[in-house]
């Protein structure tokens, strides 16, 4: 087997391949031209893309040669896979607008210098001046209706009640990709997840039909939680790659909350430390799961790869400044927001509320006597210093950057306070 083979192996990330020994063949003759495709079906990528970038930084480590195909035509129809009702159709402005965000994302974690220099390409530039006429009789002809029919993507949407023609064809779109991506630049491995397979094969077979020629693709599986739940889901919705959807605070927050479970099984997929490293970390966190150190090690080099260390570094700090590890007030206030934007709160005006109003009004004490008994007992405290006087009232010097006040009971029960 191939290094890189082997290596993706040994992290479960071969899901599915058309043809194992062909593709080791084509790693050990090398290098390989390959393709991983993104559609633009929102303004930016999610923690679920990961797999796919971070395979592709794999390969391109390796000496593969990556293209990185924005789908600015597929984006414009929308891909049946995994959905139960018909996707909403965007506009062309706004598809346009987001195929170049994601074009910034992704290249970010790829070198387009060097021998394997990497290319990002756009569907788009070779469907949009091909007429319907052309396209059915060049590339509709190679497409047995009966094995589309097949594809699981599509019965499973005809049985749910059923698909229109235009998301039906997304298929033969993807699979022409392959086609113009292996006739312009020599591409002969096709990669995405499993949920892909049925339209990534689907390119094998119009290569092979239009061209003779044999090519190659992988799948890799579907990442999921250990309890069942949608891996890349928090309680405020998807963990996007775009610091204006999801804060580092907030992405980082998600690794480093991992259940010890879930963080042994993603390390390897999305960790680029060498296996023997994740392996002594997955020992770690089975032998002292408390120290989180697994977590702690994925959530900052994932933070640090998708927005920069300074912005990991902020995270880093204001995780630990919010349970008394560090300075709250050496946080500025776009990451203290982040990191108190899914605390329990409250808001309040001048003149400021004593500490154990404002212990009731974000939920930390039942009621005015129990937030009394909790200053009184040594576990209230205002931005880390503990409050010991129970008629304290809050102070201007406690209004931290972006006019936040931090309140905590006990070690871990955490709230914020918005004075306005």
């Known amino acids: 087997m191939s290094a890189i083979l082997d290596d993706l192996q040994a992290r479960g990330l071969l899901a599915l391949t058309t043809d194992r020994e062909a593709l080791d063949a084509a790693f050990d003759a090398g290098p390989v031209t390959f393709y991983v495709g993104f559609d633009p079906t929102a303004p930016s990528l999610h ?109 499973v949407r005809l049985a749910a009640g059923g698909l229109s023609y235009t998301e039906f064809s997304y298929q033969v779109l993807q699979a022409n990709d392959y086609l113009e991506l292996h006739r312009r630049h020599g591409c002969t491995l096709q990669f995405g997840g499993s949920d892909q397979w049925g339209n990534i094969t689907a390119g094998v077979d119009l290569v092979r039909r239009v061209t003779t020629h044999s090519v190659h693709a992988l799948a890799t599986p579907l990442v999921t939680k250990a309890d069942g739940t949608k891996f890349g889901k928090t309680e405020s919705g998807t963990v996007w790659l775009d610091p204006e959807l999801t804060s580092p605070y907030a992405f980082y927050q998600f690794w480093l909350n991992a259940d010890d479970a879930d963080v042994v099984r993603w390390m390897p997929a999305f960790s680029l430390r060498p296996l023997e490293e994740l392996a002594a970390l997955a020992e770690v966190a089975r032998e002292r799961p408390a120290a989180r150190e697994a977590q702690r090690a994925l959530a900052e080099e994932l933070t640090t790869l998708v927005h920069g260390s300074d912005a990991c570094a902020r995270a880093v700090a204001a995780s630990r400044a919010l349970f008394g590890q560090g300075e709250l007030a050496g946080l500025d206030a776009g990451t203290l927001s982040a990191a108190l934007g899914e605390l329990p709160r409250a808001t309040v005006s001048r003149p400021l509320p004593t500490v154990a109003e404002v212990l009731v009004e974000t939920g930390l004490s039942a009621s005015r006597s129990a937030a009394r008994r909790d200053i009184t007992g040594g576990g209230a405290y205002v931005n880390n210093s503990k409050v010991a006087d129970a008629e304290a009232t809050l ?18 029960s955490l709230a914020a306070v918005q004075v306005v």
């Open 395 to 412: 102070q201007e010097a406690d209004v931290l950057e972006g006019g936040w006040v931090v309140l905590r009971r006990g070690k871990r």
């Open 47 to 155: 923690i679920g893309n990961l797999v796919q970038i971070l395979t592709a930084r794999r390969l391109q480590d390796a000496g593969h040669r990556p293209l990185a195909l924005v789908g600015g035509a597929t984006g414009l129809i929308g891909d049946p896979s995994g959905k139960s009702a018909e996707r909403s159709l965007n506009e062309r402005e706004v598809v346009a607008s987001w195929v170049e965000r994601i074009r910034g994302q992704v290249s970010r974690f790829l070198t387009f210098e060097g021998p394997a220099a990497a290319q990002m390409v756009n569907n788009l530039d070779w469907t949009a001046s091909v007429s319907a006429i052309d396209f059915l009789r060049d590339v509709g002809k190679h497409f047995p209706v009966n094995r589309m029919l097949d594809r699981e993507s599509v019965s």
